[in-house]
């Protein structure tokens, strides 16, 4: 009898320490969780995140409109900029832009303007006037102006690179296409420009990348005025290779 009640003590102590342990791991963040071996048996974990949303940045939000209707670019730039304590406002941003003076022109079917890689396209203010955007260079140009020595261009570098920054609590400045996915071949157009033909769209943007997860992206939109709106990783970055993987940020 007495045999019998200590096998039923401990019995009962092995339901409780099963059921606390199970609770205590159930209460941790799934990013903790691993496989713990525990004598008879083992409580299974999981060891990745899925689709677990990673600390977002608190950059700032700044919208373009109503006066800068083609002014994604100098205002994400802003924002980058007011995040890393050097306040100007977009407005000012946009003046000192460098711009491309050239004029658009249609001779013989063919479309003469200017090059999103020199400086801004046609009209930052009205959609009444020709315009198009601007490139990484002439922004990242701007960009040192407010924090010199400390602007990093990673154009042309992987996603990898983009995510390290964002890992550290940097935002990233990005060109994107406006839909947030591949723009479609019937969308693009070619024109001349003084230093040759370049294919470009009208569904350019930027935004502010603000964080990431396994499935999907966040940022600051300056144009629909969304604080870390999200979108699908997948097709946003099929956008910013399309674009020329474009991007800036700051280090200290």
Known sequence: MKLLMQLLFYGFVVILAVTFLYMEWNEQPVIARKVFPTGYYKIVMDQTVENEPRQLIDAPLIKQLP?????????????????AGAHVDKMTLAKQLKKDPTPMKIVNGKI????????FVGSLYSY???GLGVYHKPIADLAEKYLPGRIKDLSGTSF?????????????WVIVSSTYKKVPDTEWVTWE???GAIRVTKKE???????????????????????????????FLEAWHQFGSQAITYVD
Request: glycine share 8%; hydrophobic share 30%; with cysteine.
């Open 67 to 83: 006066e800068l209707p083609r002014g994604c670019e100098v205002t994400s730039l802003a924002m980058l900029l007011a995040h």
């Open 112 to 119: 003469y303007f200017g090059n999103p890689n020199t400086g």
């Open 128 to 130: 009444k006037k020709p």
């Open 160 to 172: 990898d690179t983009v995510t390290d920054y964002l890992d550290k609590g940097r935002p990233v």
């Open 193 to 195: 420009t003084r230093s």
């Open 205 to 235: 943007h930027a935004v502010l990348l603000t964080g990431y997860e396994k499935d999907n992206v966040f940022f600051n939109d300056p144009l629909t005025g969304r604080k870390n709106a999200k979108a699908p990783k997948r097709d």
